[in-house]
């Protein structure tokens, strides 16, 4: 593994739920995620926790964003049409392509993702 990660909201979910199986990705690695990522996890802490708690988690992580570009954008959509079936998020499908992009592990729990290259899955 690398010392980067990209971190999908499950992941960053997981690891503020304190499952101790995510703490070393946040701990020992560096790692990057989308605005988009990030707006699910506000979303999920904002229901669960309240908007001070997601405020903060959202100040928490804006230095790790990072924001795709147009061919990101396409290459992500032919990977979710490519996968239909098992009916990945937009979301998802763009972290996995800006992972791969550059080239870091994808840091998920979504069993969707447990056979891909590139994926570090973790439950």
């Known amino acids: 593994m690398t010392n980067k990660i990209f971190y999908d909201s499950y992941a960053i979910l997981e690891f503020l739920d304190g499952n101790d199986s995510f703490k070393i990705y946040f701990s020992e690695y560096g790692g990057i995620t989308t605005l ?12 669960d926790q309240g908007e001070d708690k997601a405020h903060k988690v959202l100040e928490l992580l804006r230095p790790i964003i990072i924001y795709p570009t147009i061919e990101d954008v396409e290459e992500s959509m032919k990977f979710k049409l490519e996968n239909k079936h098992k009916k990945f998020s937009y979301t998802d499908c763009l972290g996995y392509v800006l ?14 993702f447990k056979n891909f290259p590139n994926v570090e899955f973790v439950k």
């Open 99 to 112: 992972a791969r992009r550059n080239k870091i592990r994808f840091l998920t729990g979504d069993e969707g």
């Open 36 to 47: 988009y990522n990030l707006m699910e996890v506000y979303y999920i802490t904002l229901r």
